[in-house]
């Protein structure tokens, strides 16, 4: 089994920065991918963004030039570096590991940004 653990939202101004970080324990022999999600009240999850295992990036347009992803493969870790934050950015996050045979899910971390 395997567990990820998000931690580092809160409350912020816009304009502001946030660190998301998630840990993985438990079995895990390789991921493919590592991914943030978010969603917030009444909107559908969306992908905000990712990275492989290869190294490859995307990031939702919405984020782009603001948000930085970064995956440390030693320590099945993934962090989120959330700059300029806007109001809109207002959601609960998660991260996806992508193991190939299952994907996991963490249990989210609330991120609210006021104006």
């Known amino acids: 089994q395997v567990h990820l653990v998000e931690s580092g939202g809160g409350l912020v101004q816009a304009g502001g920065s946030l660190r998301l970080a998630c840990a993985a324990s438990g079995s895990i022999f390789s991921i493919n991918a590592m991914n943030w999600y978010r969603q917030a009240p009444g909107e559908r999850r969306e992908l905000v963004a990712g990275v492989t295992s290869a190294g490859v990036i995307n990031y939702a347009d919405s984020v782009k030039g603001r948000f930085t992803i970064s995956r440390d493969d030693a320590k099945n870790t993934v962090s989120l570096q959330m700059n300029s934050l806007k109001p809109e950015d207002t959601a609960v996050y998660y991260c996806?590991?992508?193991?190939?045979?299952?994907?996991?899910w963490g249990r989210g971390t609330q991120v609210t940004v006021s104006s």
């Open positions: 996806n590991f992508d193991l190939g045979i299952r994907k996991y």
